[in-house]
C-alpha cells in the first residue's frame, strides 16, 4: 500500500470515529433531555397535585359531615381521619402544612365539618375544638389517680358507684374483652398473680365529654382505655427501639406522674431511675409503698418502708409488678426520652422543689439541708 492509500485510510477512520463522537453525543443530549422533560413533568404534576391538595376538595359543598376526633389522636392520624372522611384530598398534604404552619396541638372532639372548608379553616376549627353539640355533661380525670380513685368521681359525676365502677373494672369478663378489643395496649402482664388491679393505669386521664344522660357505664371505661390507646400506640416504634413493652412504659410513667410536678422534673426523676435500674439499685420511691399500704399517707415511716409487697420498691428490685396510677401524656414522654445525668438521689423539701444527688453523701447532706 502506498503513502498514499495510508494517509487516505488514516483520514476515512478519523471522519468515522468523528460520526460516532457525534451519534454519541446527540443520543447523550437526548437521553438528557429526555430526564430533564421527564423530572420536569413530574415535577409539574407533583406541583399541581399539591397545589390542588391545599384547596377545599369542594368548594360548593353545603353538607356537613360529622367527624369524632378521639381523645390522645396525633396530627397523622387526624390527617388520616380527614382524608377517610372526604374532608380533605390528602393526608400528607394536610399534616406537612400543619407543621409548616407549627399547628399540631388539636382538640378532641365531635365536629360538623364540610368539603368547603380551607385548610386553615380546618385547622382554627380543630385548635378551638368547637363542636357541633353541647355535652350534657362532662367528666374530668386528672392525672396521677388509681382505679379506686377515678371511681369516687364517676360515683360523684354519673348515676354509677364507686362499687360499681370497681365491680366492673375488676371483672374478669370484662378485662378479657378489653384484652380483645385492645390487644396492642392491655398483654397478658395484666394478668400476673401480683398485680392488685389489672386494669390500673390504663385509664387515661383527660376531660370526657357526653352527650347522653346515662350513658353504660361500660362505655364510660372503654372510652377512657381506647384514649389511652390512642397515646400509647403514637410510641410502638420507640417502644421496640426500647425494647420496652407498654405494661413496663405505663409502670415507669405512673411512678413519674406520682414523683414529679414540672416536666423538668419528671426527665430528670427518670434518669436517676434509668441509672438505678442499671446499677442493680431498688428504685426506693415512697409512692409505691402508699400504694403497697394501700392507704395515703402525707409522710412515708421506716416502718412503712418494711412492708412485704410486691410494689414496695424498698424491698424489690426494678419496677413494681404494674402501674400504680395513671399516668398523663407529659410522663409517658418522659419515661422514653429521660434526662442524661448521673443521679442516683433525689428529695423533694418542703415546697415541693426536687434536689438531685450523684452520691449517697450528697443525698444526705441535701436531706440534712432541706427536710431536717
Known amino acids: ?139 374530668t380525670i386528672p392525672e396521677g389517680l388509681t382505679l379506686d380513685q377515678i371511681g369516687k368521681i364517676v360515683e360523684k359525676k354519673t348515676p354509677y358507684t364507686q362499687k360499681e365502677f370497681m365491680d366492673l373494672v375488676t371483672s374478669e369478663a370484662f378485662v378479657q374483652k378489653m384484652m380483645a378489643n385492645y390487644p396492642e395496649l392491655i398483654t397478658d402482664a395484666v394478668l400476673a398473680d401480683n398485680i392488685r388491679y389489672d386494669l390500673e393505669g390504663y385509664l387515661f386521664p383527660a376531660t370526657y365529654s357526653y352527650f347522653e344522660e346515662k350513658p353504660s357505664l361500660e362505655s364510660i371505661v372503654e372510652e377512657m382505655i381506647a384514649a389511652m390507646n390512642n397515646v400509647v400506640k403514637n410510641y410502638s416504634e420507640v417502644l421496640v427501639e426500647k425494647q420496652m413493652s407498654v405494661h413496663q412504659l405505663l409502670t415507669f410513667a405512673s411512678l413519674l406522674e406520682e414523683e414529679a410536678t414540672a416536666q423538668t422534673d419528671r426527665e430528670t426523676i427518670a434518669s436517676v431511675f434509668y441509672n438505678r435500674i442499671e446499677k442493680g439499685m431498688p428504685l426506693q420511691t415512697d409512692p409505691t409503698v402508699l400504694y403497697a399500704l394501700g ?42 426520652n429521660p434526662s442524661k445525668t448521673d443521679y442516683l438521689y433525689f428529695l423533694a423539701d418542703k415546697e415541693g422543689v426536687n434536689h438531685f444527688s450523684k452520691t449517697y453523701d450528697e443525698h444526705l447532706q441535701k436531706k440534712e439541708q432541706y427536710i431536717k
Open 1 to 139: 500500500m502506498d503513502n498514499g492509500s495510508k494517509k487516505q485510510e488514516m483520514f476515512s477512520k478519523m471522519e468515522e470515529k468523528k460520526s460516532e463522537v457525534k451519534i454519541v453525543r446527540k443520543i447523550v443530549a437526548i437521553i438528557a433531555i429526555t430526564f430533564l422533560l421527564l423530572f420536569g413533568i413530574i415535577g409539574l404534576i407533583g406541583y399541581n397535585y399539591v397545589k390542588s391538595a391545599l384547596k377545599p376538595v369542594n368548594p360548593d359543598a353545603t353538607k356537613t359531615i360529622a367527624v369524632e376526633v378521639p381523645i390522645g389522636s396525633s396530627l397523622s392520624s387526624i390527617s388520616a381521619l380527614l382524608e377517610k372522611k372526604g374532608i380533605i384530598k390528602d393526608a400528607k398534604v394536610f399534616k406537612y402544612y400543619a407543621k409548616f404552619k407549627n399547628e399540631s396541638q388539636f382538640q378532641a372532639g365531635n365536629y360538623d365539618l364540610t368539603q368547603a372548608m380551607t385548610l386553615d379553616e380546618l385547622i382554627e376549627s380543630l385548635k378551638t375544638g368547637k363542636v357541633y353539640r353541647e355535652p350534657i355533661f362532662t367528666m
Open 295 to 336: 392507704s395515703h399517707k402525707d409522710r412515708v415511716l421506716y416502718e412503712d418502708l418494711e412492708v412485704e409487697n410486691a410494689y414496695n420498691t424498698y424491698k424489690n428490685k426494678g419496677l413494681p409488678p404494674g402501674p400504680i396510677a395513671g399516668a398523663g401524656k407529659t410522663s409517658i414522654e418522659a419515661t422514653l
